[in-house]
């Protein structure tokens, strides 16, 4: 009997609660559950369906759009971390099964000034997200956009709504006592040097998570940006503080290594290799970058530290200035505009300062 092969098939294979693996088939990656097992009547025709839900769909819908977006050299330059998250939100926007699903929109609707009612009405299935509400307006807005630049629509329904998220970050920073309790409650070494790393370097989740020790340098940390895809570089001076932390991470890795190499030598296995990121986790690799969040989440929230790691950002910024950089110099470390440092500034550092030099004023009129 001949084999048939399938084109396309995607094969999952989960570990259940009880500990038992079972395989799942799709009919290609993201596509739908079959039934049955490979080979048998059933199966076949689970296939066929999907084939043929995809022969039958509409491409002139919202749907479309999305597919045409995901096939653009735009979608294809974004970062990978941004490419999967945006993924995520593409299939929500093309989904067309609940009742404010708005994947089925035709282009004669969403031309139409009232769609904007219903993208307002998907939009708000997030609004205890408020975040997530406006990311997910933001993707919309470029798919949408995609189309009235290659003509097929005429207006970008999803422009100009506004945002559900207002709270400013701009002046939130780790404070000693906060970073303390932190890494009191780490769960490991290695998950307790992840915030001090974040407040001595100000570099973003993902370039923290990728730091190697090959980019450290006596003077200055140089790491190309995750954020511009390596294109551009950033310059981080090293305090003596973060000289200090260095030499900690790396005695702690170090000791890690040579734990892993000796249980590795118990069970007759070849050593593992030395790690080189700054951050590792407690089996000597590098933290994957929702590892390292995740990590932090649940460090903060049994420490009662109501901060985010970008938050680390602002604390880098004070502690420039209190090796008396300028703003201007520290917005051009860490990449923000020079009002926002001034902010910050005014809030924390230079607010110390003037209390500092009044109490200084009235004790010397004391005296």
């Known amino acids: 009997m001949p084999v048939v092969r399938l084109k396309g098939l995607n094969r999952v294979k989960k570990t259940l609660k009880g500990g038992t693996t079972r395989v799942y088939w799709y009919a290609w990656k993201g596509g739908p559950k079959l039934d049955g097992a490979p080979g048998t009547p059933e199966f ?11 022969r039958n769909r509409p491409n002139d819908t919202l749907a479309g759009l999305v597919r045409r977006y995901k096939g653009s050299p735009e979608f294809e ?30 282009y004669k609707l969403l031309d139409d000034r009232r769609v904007r009612a219903d993208i307002i009405d998907w939009r708000n299935q997030w609004k205890d997200r408020p975040r997530s509400a406006d990311y997910a307006i933001q993707v919309l807005s470029v798919v949408l956009a995609q189309a009235v630049d290659a003509g097929i629509l005429e207006r970008n329904s ?26 009191n409650k780490a ?7 992840i915030v001090p790393l974040a407040c001595l370097t100000g570099l973003r989740r993902e370039d923290l998570a990728s730091l190697l020790w090959s980019q450290v340098g006596d003077v200055a940390i140089v790491k190309p940006t995750s954020k511009s895809r390596g294109k551009k570089t950033q310059t981080i001076p090293v305090l003596p ?33 030395a790690c080189l990121t700054v951050l590792s986790n ?16 649940d460090t903060k929230s049994a420490a009662g530290v109501d901060k985010h790691l970008h938050d680390a950002r602002g ?6 200035r209190r090796a008396s950089l300028t703003a201007s110099e520290i917005a051009d470390i860490v990449g923000w505009e020079d009002s926002r440092v001034a902010r910050l500034l005014a809030t924390y550092v230079d607010r110390d300062a003037i209390v500092m030099a009044l109490a ?5 009129a004391d005296t």
């Open 44 to 54: 076949m025709a689970s296939y066929n369906r999907a084939l043929e839900s995809i």
């Open 77 to 106: 330059r974004l970062a990978k971390s941004t490419k999967a998250e945006w993924s995520r939100w593409l299939d929500r926007i093309s989904a067309d099964d609940g009742p404010d699903d708005i994947g089925g929109l035709t």
């Open 158 to 183: 999803a422009a100009g709504l506004s945002q559900l998220y207002t709270s400013s970050r701009a002046d939130q920073i780790w404070e000693p006592g906060e970073v303390a309790a932190f890494m």
């Open 187 to 193: 769960s490991s070494p290695e998950v307790s040097f």
């Open 241 to 273: 503080e973060t000289k200090a932390l260095l030499e900690r991470i790396r005695v702690q890795q170090a000791a890690r290594h040579a734990e892993l190499c000796e249980r590795a030598a118990k069970k007759k296995r070849p050593p593992p290799p």
């Open 282 to 297: 407690t089996r000597g690799q590098p933290w994957s970058v929702n590892g390292l969040e995740h990590q932090v989440i």
């Open 315 to 320: 604390s880098f910024a004070t502690r420039l």
């Open 360 to 364: 200084a004023r009235i004790n010397r």
